[in-house]
């Protein structure tokens, strides 16, 4: 059992001013796993006094004591992924394998990123007699989810702790655990007090208390489009930057080529991975019309045979996150084959043989891009299968969505596929699995405004100013 009913507040563990504890179920086993507080807005005033009151000297430090900070925070990172991947696998069922592997592997890339952008970065540049300065923006609210709750938080606090920020996080009551550790390895790092803080408790009211808080200088969110909407109206009034990073629909484009069962494949293998809660998934698979039968095929062998179960036992997807989640994907599914879809594979229910546990079956539709199923995120293991006649139909189809956060190009001709890369409206287009710390990540249209990872991903905690007559 996790007991973690403290908050991380100007260096220190500190209680709640107000006690309000509140079960964290493991989706794997429905059992309470442990217990969280929930704060209120007086623990996020008391958060963000200590976050301001440090941006002062935090701000002022220089790159080498900031550099010098985030190494020793690797170093307890590296000590302690075992206990990061195990906090994953219990607060949001992500395979053990998963959890000590992708989800640990993003968390200390995005902290070795940081690092390097830090390392790099030209904060000041003079063009004629202007001088134009990158400041850190000021004390930064991070409201995260927990579909890769480590990677989420990790994106967002460690370009803002190098970029000279003070933070306050809030992770999500459905996974907090692994925020928990960060807190502590951060702690351990020895980061000067109220450079970072944590507090946990509900979006609705901590996440507004920081939304609207005039001494918040930013907000960078990740999650759902709705709360996403609701936290721009709120922080509207202060004036704050918001960054939302939301949902997605991304197609992925498989050519019509002599590669296409294998990345078939691996189209599937990424929808499925993490139960299909990943924003970025390529939960829309177009393939060539004319090979139709080969990518079914195709998918009936890979996703048939994917396993689902105990996180612990060696399986491809362990649940998905919560009870509620579990519903919602079910009532998609069900959607699906009302509107006339048809189940190349899995299906509504649990799959054969487990009767606890949020598990869901990786499934798989044929359908059309006008569907329910092909619109919305679904943010469950339920890939949408979608023939196009020729790459300009390829390209309408995939950008026929209200969302733009991510795409895929897969083939044998690199030239045709950045070709096509290019025509798609979205902020990240993996060719062939292409993948770089140092990219950006973020959305065109309703999959958000801004931008995570690598350099222009530090450039969210900064403000520019310019000194005009600066040189003579
Ligand atoms: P969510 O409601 O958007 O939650 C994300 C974070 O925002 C959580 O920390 C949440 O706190 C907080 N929050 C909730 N209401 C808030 C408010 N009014 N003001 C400020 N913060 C608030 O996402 P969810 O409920 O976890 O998932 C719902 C759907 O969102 C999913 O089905 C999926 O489609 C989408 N989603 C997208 C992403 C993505 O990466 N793009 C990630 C997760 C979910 P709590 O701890 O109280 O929830
Ligand atoms: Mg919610």
Redesign the pocket.
Known sequence: MRDYLQFYIDGKWVDPIVANAAEVINPATEEVSGHISLGSNADVDTAVAAARQAFDSWSQTSVEERLAVLRRIQEQYNARAADLGAAVTEEMGAPVELGNGFHTILGGGHLQTAIEVLEKYQFEELRGQTLFVKEPIGVCGL?????WPLNQVAVKVFPALAAGCTVVL?????APYSAQILAEIIDAAGVPAGVFNMVQG???EI??AM?VHPDIDMIS????ES?GV??AKNAAPTVKRVCQ????KSAYIVLDDELLNDKVAAACGGMMMNCGQT?SAGSRLLVPANRLQDAMATIKNVVGSMTVGDPHSGVTMGPVVSKS?YN?IQDYIQKGIDEGAEVIVGGVGRPDGLNKGYYVKPTVFLTNNATTIARE?I?GPVLCLIPYHDLDDAVAIANDSDFGLAGYVDGADLATCNAVARRIRAGAIYVNGGFDFHSAFGGYKKSGNGREWGEEGFDEYLELKCILGYAP
């Open positions: 409201i995260t989810p927990w579909n809030k992770p999500p009551q459905l509900r979006g609705s996440g507004t939304s969110f990740t999650g759902s709360v609701e936290i990073e939301l949902g997605g924003c989640q919602i995120e943010f």
